[in-house]
């Protein structure tokens, strides 16, 4: 049986949660630092993940069994959705909610999010048609009210920058956003849709960037992105990691050699390598065990 290990953590992890697993999963040695816990060499097969599974929803922290030899070194780009991901809102739903059409949009955004609207490009344009003559000085007042950074955004590109880790912002959201979100971050480049305007007012049309060839940003341009950026980097998918939250994440995780759901549907945290639903973006350091 193959060895595994097991990452705990949590913004305040107790020694109890630490104890708890480490009784109910034998290891040959456990790391601790704040927050977080490593139990190195544990037996890996289908009752060690239940049981995993189990103490992580009592104690309410994330775990995940991972590969020991697991290295930051071998990767060499990081992909990273936006809304709901490296920024706490939906941008398309905060404009929505000031120019008075909060309760249509957000009810596409979240079918489109759960995979129950397959055409993300569609949706999109659904939703941003209801945006018509909206006055295009909303953006600007939710970048200066409502914009915020998801915990551990900071940490995490400091990191990566300190790693070598080339990064990228591809967001099937706006660039009024993605560009103040790359900006602020110090992210290396990014890729998202352009809302179109006309007389400061929007014009309900919106379109993809360029290096997509004009064409809606949606999950197959997310990993699109992905490999068009290794390729760049004369690397493999492999050797990219790439976080999401919403089913339009779902190809550009699955395209990456090491994927990271955040805050995410069901539909996401399950096929992703590690789920953080508790603890910060920079929480996916820890996967690393050359962080330890």
């Not at 398309?92 to 949009?105: F, P, S, T, Y």
């Not at 603890?279 to 050359?290: I, K």
Request: net charge neutral.
């Amino acid at each position: 049986m193959a060895l595994r290990d097991i990452v705990i953590q949590a913004p305040a992890l107790p020694d109890a949660a630490v104890e708890a697993f480490a009784a109910a999963c034998p290891a040959a040695r456990v790391s601790r630092r704040a927050g977080a816990a490593r139990l190195h060499g544990v037996d890996d097969g289908a009752q060690t993940r239940r049981i995993v599974a189990a103490l992580a929803a009592y104690w309410k922290c994330d775990a995940a069994l991972l590969a020991p030899d697991l290295r930051s070194g071998s990767f060499r780009l990081l992909v990273m959705d936006m809304d709901s991901t490296l920024v706490t809102i939906e941008g398309i739903d905060e404009l929505a909610r000031l120019a008075g059409k909060g309760a249509e949009v957000a009810a596409i955004t979240e079918a489109a999010m759960r995979g129950q609207i397959r055409d993300y490009a569609q949706s999109l344009r659904r939703r941003v048609a209801l945006l018509k003559g909206a006055d295009t000085g909303l953006a600007a007042q939710v970048i200066r009210e409502r914009l915020q950074l998801s915990p551990g955004a900071g940490g995490l590109l400091d990191a990566a920058r300190t790693l070598g880790w080339r990064t990228l912002l591809v967001s099937g959201g706006f660039t009024v956003f993605a560009d103040h979100v790359r900006d602020e971050l110090g992210i290396d480049a990014s890729w998202a849709n352009a809302l179109h305007s006309r007389d400061g007012r929007y014009t309900g049309d919106v379109s993809g960037p360029a290096e997509n060839d004009g064409q809606i940003v949606d999950a197959a341009a997310k990993a699109r992105a992905l490999r068009t950026h290794c390729a760049a980097l004369a690397c493999t998918p492999a050797q990219a990691i790439a976080i999401g939250d919403g089913a339009n994440d779902l190809e550009m995780l699955a395209a990456a050699g090491f994927s990271v759901a955040f805050r995410a549907k069901p539909v996401v945290r399950e096929g992703a390598q590690i789920a953080l639903d508790h603890s910060g973006l920079d929480g996916l350091l820890n996967a690393f065990a050359d962080r330890w």
